[in-house]
């Protein structure tokens, strides 16, 4: 499966500041996705990453707290923007090599707001 | 709105034990349904897979159930070993849209030596 790489793996962020988190993966992939899990808690699904065009937010999810960009095949990124410490959360990218391929993750950034 | 329902929460057995880990699932047309396993620290990790024309799947000590008009499905761990103690997600796909994972709850499961 595809090696997906994350960063940071972790941070600690003043209020009101943005972190932008980077997922490389090492082949081309055909979706990426980025999800949210609270420590202890199940995965919620914040955006499906688009190559070329806007992300598909889920609800509850938006663009303005939650840009994304997906400029090729192998790379995405997601902006917390104007954190609060209701972000503290971890953050992960997961990929899927084709439209009928299993899903695999990253290990995540944790992510904490003072 | 939760489709998928996991349970137990949390589960407790001795080396050798085989815990079951139950799913259920509302919406029909999910069509493809994997389990992850997570350990603190780590991304999920794609474990085992099936769907629903397949009743059962075995891969090394890791066996899936289905029953498809009851729509549930079920994780067994053969011989469980204390390696195994780490956090399972059932979650399930619908490929007709955009292929988005939906995760249960999640199983926290402790293999005592």
């Known amino acids: 499966s595809a090696v997906i790489s994350q960063k940071p793996s972790r941070d600690i962020c003043q209020r009101g500041t943005s972190l932008t988190i980077q997922c490389q993966v090492d082949?081309?992939?055909?979706?990426m996705f980025w999800y949210r899990q609270q420590p202890g808690q199940s995965l919620t699904l914040i955006a499906t990453?688009?190559?070329?065009?806007?992300?598909?937010?889920e609800s509850g999810f938006v663009i303005d707290k939650f840009p994304i960009s997906r400029p090729n095949l192998t790379f995405s990124t997601l902006t917390v923007s104007n954190m609060s410490p209701e972000d503290s959360s971890i953050y992960l990218c997961?990929?899927?090599?084709?439209?009928?391929?299993?899903?695999?993750f990253g290990d995540g950034t944790r992510l904490s707001i003072l | 709105q939760q489709q998928v329902k996991q349970s137990p929460q949390s589960l407790i057995v001795q080396k050798g034990g085989i815990p079951i880990i139950n799913c259920a699932y509302e919406?029909?047309?999910?069509?493809?349904f994997p389990w992850y396993q997570q350990f603190p620290g780590k991304g999920p990790a794609l474990l085992i897979a099936?769907?629903?024309?397949?009743s059962e799947k075995k891969e090394g000590r890791f066996t899936i159930s289905f029953n498809k008009s009851a729509k549930q499905f079920s994780l067994h761990i053969m011989d469980s070993q204390p390696g195994d103690s780490a956090t399972y997600f059932c979650?399930?796909?619908?490929?007709?849209?955009?292929?988005?994972?939906?995760f249960g709850s999640g199983t926290q499961l402790t293999v005592l030596p």
């Open positions: 979650a399930a796909i619908n490929s007709g849209s955009a292929r988005q994972l939906t």
């Open positions: 099936i769907r629903p024309d397949v």
């Open positions: 990453a688009n190559q070329g065009s806007e992300a598909t937010y």
């Open positions: 082949s081309q992939v055909t979706m």
């Open positions: 997961s990929v899927a090599t084709d439209y009928n391929q299993p899903q695999h």
């Open positions: 919406n029909t047309a999910f069509d493809y």
